[in-house]
């Protein structure tokens, strides 16, 4: 894609974005959906959830061992119930083994060594990101592998930081609303800050880092765009499936009784692989109406 091409992408406004680029909800799918096929994003799914297998351990490794250094009790503890809410049991058993054996076993040497893992699987991780997301705007990988690796390094660990201030809110938040019903208690607000603390910290979470890899990630010169089309249906669309997928598995699904110990690797692996496809379809989407506006903006000149 030549220079030209990346400005008159990233001219596309806010406006021009939320109508879909002149889309019809209905055309949008049906290109998105196209598009998926296209891409081929299915295999580049695949791959995120492999790499993000990989870093999961080391990812643990870290967040406990930063954790540990806070002044704050619980953290651990928080972190297991978002973790339980969220997740298959068969998964939450599994990580609650982890994260038990990394607190037993931690050491500086498992530290740099979950540091050196979680540099290394961040960086493919977001090195399939930013393929797949090319191939959405249809265009070739223009940076140096060496900016590539460290667009990509930077990433990883600004991830980590944002989810080391969530993990921190799923502390904090509950003793926060506390303090709120205290003051200014009424049924509606008790339900709603009871049961939705945690929830809107992992949907900002979701929304965040999202709307941070489609504005960095592609070989596109993008304007920065706190919510898009895009980064909105990955945090529904992750919701959604996170107790979709739970139900499915507690009540329909018992890979336990099939795989035994691998069963909880088998669920974690689809649930990434979901997720990842997940956030694919939502980079197709932002690359469905671009092309689209684009269109319209050369039909009208």
């Known amino acids: 894609m030549t220079e030209q091409k990346q400005i008159q992408l990233g001219k596309i406004g806010f406006r021009a974005m939320w109508k879909f680029g002149g889309l019809t909800p209905w055309n949008l799918i049906r290109q998105a959906v196209r598009g998926y096929n296209k891409h081929r994003l299915s295999a580049q799914s695949a791959q995120f959830a492999y790499y993000a297998m990989f870093t ?7 967040i406990i061992a930063c954790t540990a250094q806070l002044p704050i009790r619980g953290v651990i503890v928080s972190m297991e119930n978002a973790i339980n809410q969220g997740l298959p049991t068969t998964v939450s058993q599994m990580l609650f083994a982890q994260i ?3 607190q037993k076993n931690s050491t500086y040497s498992l530290i740099m060594a979950g540091l050196a893992l979680l540099s290394l ?28 690796g460290g667009l990509s390094l ?20 509950p003793e926060l609303a506390q303090i709120v019903l ?23 979470f979701m929304l965040i880092s999202t ?16 919510i898009t089309p895009g980064s909105l ?8 499936m996170l107790q979709g997928f739970r139900m499915y598995v507690e009540n329909f699904a ?18 990434l692989y979901l997720t990842g496809a997940i956030l694919m379809m939502g980079g197709e989407i932002n690359g469905v109406i671009y092309r689209s506006a684009k269109q319209k903006a050369e039909n009208e000149a």
């Not at 930077?154 to 938040?173: D, E, K, M």
């Open 233 to 240: 249906f990955v945090v529904i669309s992750w919701v959604v």
């Open 211 to 226: 709307s941070v890899i489609y504005w960095v990630v592609p070989s596109v010169k993008l304007p920065w765009k706190i």
């Open 56 to 62: 999961l351990v080391p990812l643990l490794i870290v």
């Open 154 to 173: 930077l990433l990883t660990f600004g991830v980590l930081l944002l989810f080391l201030i969530s993990v921190i809110l799923l502390v904090l938040g």
């Open 182 to 204: 205290k003051y200014f208690y009424t049924p509606w607000l008790h339900l709603l800050l009871s049961a939705g603390v945690r929830w809107s910290i992992a949907c900002g």
């Open 254 to 271: 018992h890979y336990n009784e099939t795989y035994g110990t691998l069963g909880g690797f088998i669920v974690l692996l689809a649930w």
């Open 100 to 102: 038990e054996d990394i």
């Open 121 to 148: 699987g961040g960086t493919r991780l977001f090195f399939t990101m930013g393929t797949g997301l090319d191939a959405i705007f249809e265009v070739d990988q223009r940076r140096t592998f060496w900016k590539a």
